[in-house]
């Protein structure tokens, strides 16, 4: 493992960083879902139209052809410059790298310029009120009629469905396989007649996700990604993705995070002291101090893997497990620093710092579910990494 960067590759950090220096909405990103999402399309578009969306991306579907490290390297400065996130997300991080692997060439001309642009904004149909981490026992059906599939069923948590164009759907086509073997993976148009979309509140105040309902929906056959009944392969480079990519980004959303909580400390008195000079919450803030940096040299380590042309596995897992449990850990510090703060909204004139803590705090607990609960996680790396028996 080389923890440094070539010259070219830190010159081409330069670049990013003397864009983004010059780039990066000074205005903050509205609070209200609405706002926000509106905000993040516009950022995206820029960036597309400056030719930094999906820079590893091939030049054919509108990426820049950069390599893993230059893509490395873009994460880390997208975060150091806290740039807003792209409106995106799941286009950008699941479905163009699922389309690329799988896809027709139709499919992928068709589709992945638009996933860049923010032009269709796309989201993931896979969990159900009855399927969640046990995700084959899913029961959405599409029927074959003439040139199309009629689907029923209901989705649930489908993030951004609210917005979104476009939905990777996972069906059961063969109601009578084995439960991983007759599903389909199709690509549905959201405002085709039959789909109703509802949205649910979180805890955290925001409503990003919603209930999807599927009533005689027509997808024309030419939307199926991969074979038919074939569609849980398909899902797993999905989910490898979903929970592997991003992580040097990551790394840097959770050293801002520490950054935050330690500005917290050094804010925050008892008995007239700042909490940054009690011994156990210094202990505490040193402790997360090594595990954000282990994250680092840990993403070093899947990038050289990488580069030596072995893809992602379900190592992945192992990535997702330690980043989610370590934020929901550190954010609980952040609390413990806040004392009775905590209880008092973020808003209020007697709130001790300017970064709501309390928003972190909660959502710190959705990390830890998505893209596979921290004990499905768990029972992958005992089972496909470390090679146990299967309990
Ligand atoms: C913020 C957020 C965004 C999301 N976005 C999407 C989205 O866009 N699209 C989408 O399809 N889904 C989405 N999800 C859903 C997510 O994938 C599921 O919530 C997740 O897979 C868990 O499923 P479940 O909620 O049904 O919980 P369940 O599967 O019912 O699990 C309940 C509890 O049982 C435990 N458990 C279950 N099975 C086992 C087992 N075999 N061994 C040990 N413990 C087990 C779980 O760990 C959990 O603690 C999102 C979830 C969140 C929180």
Redesign the pocket.
């Given at each position: 493992m080389d923890v440094r960067f070539d010259d070219a590759t830190e010159a081409f950090r330069q670049e990013v960083r003397a864009w983004l220096e010059a780039n990066v909405p000074k205005e903050p990103m509205p609070s209200d879902s609405e706002g926000a999402f509106h905000y993040t399309r516009a950022w995206q578009k820029k960036m597309f139209d400056a030719g930094w969306a999906g820079i590893h991306w091939p030049e054919l579907y509108g990426g820049r052809g950069a390599t893993l490290l230059e893509q490395a390297v873009f994460q880390q400065e997208l975060a150091r410059a806290q740039a807003p996130p792209m409106a995106n997300t799941?286009g950008l991080m699941i479905v163009g790298p699922t389309l690329m692997i799988h896809g027709t060439e139709e499919q992928k001309k068709r589709y992945i310029p638009r996933i860049l642009s923010a032009e269709e904004i796309w989201?993931?149909?896979?969990?159900e009120?009855?399927?969640?981490?046990?995700?084959a026992s899913l029961q959405t059906r599409a029927v074959e009629d003439g040139d199309d599939f009629v689907v029923n069923g209901q989705?649930?948590?489908?993030?951004?469905?609210h917005v979104a164009d476009m939905c990777i759907l996972l069906t059961r086509t063969d109601p009578h396989a084995p439960k991983h073997k007759g599903i389909s993976f199709l690509l549905v148009d959201m405002h085709s007649p039959g789909i109703t979309v509802k949205p649910l509140r979180?805890m955290t105040g925001g409503a990003?996700?919603n209930e999807v309902f599927f009533e005689n929906v027509r997808v024309p056959k030419q939307q199926l990604v991969g074979q038919l009944n074939d569609g849980w392969r398909i899902a797993m480079t999905t989910l490898t993705h979903e929970r592997g990519s991003a992580s040097f980004g990551t790394q840097m959303q959770m050293k801002r995070a520490l950054d935050n909580i330690i500005d917290a400390a050094r804010k925050v008195k008892h008995h007239g002291q700042p909490l940054s000079a009690d011994p156990v919450i210094r202990q505490k803030l040193a402790q997360a101090y090594i595990r954000v940096n282990i994250m680092r040299l840990n993403n070093y380590r899947s990038i050289t893997n990488q580069l030596r042309g072995q893809p992602p596995g379900p190592e992945a897992s192992l990535d997702k497990l330690y980043w989610s449990e370590m934020n929901k850990w550190m954010q609980e510090i952040g609390q413990e620093i806040l004392g009775p703060f905590s209880q008092l909204d973020p808003e209020s004139r007697h709130y001790p710092i300017s970064i709501n803590l309390q928003y972190s705090f909660l959502w710190s607990?959705?990390?830890t579910?998505?893209?596979?609960?921290?004990?499905?996680q768990?029972?992958i790396i005992g089972e496909r990494v470390l090679g146990l028996p299967r309990?």
């Open positions: 799941l989201c993931q149909g896979f969990s009120p009855n399927s969640g981490s046990d995700l989705k649930i948590w489908t993030s951004m469905a979180q990003e996700f607990r959705a990390e579910i998505y893209s596979g609960t921290s004990e499905i768990r029972n309990g």
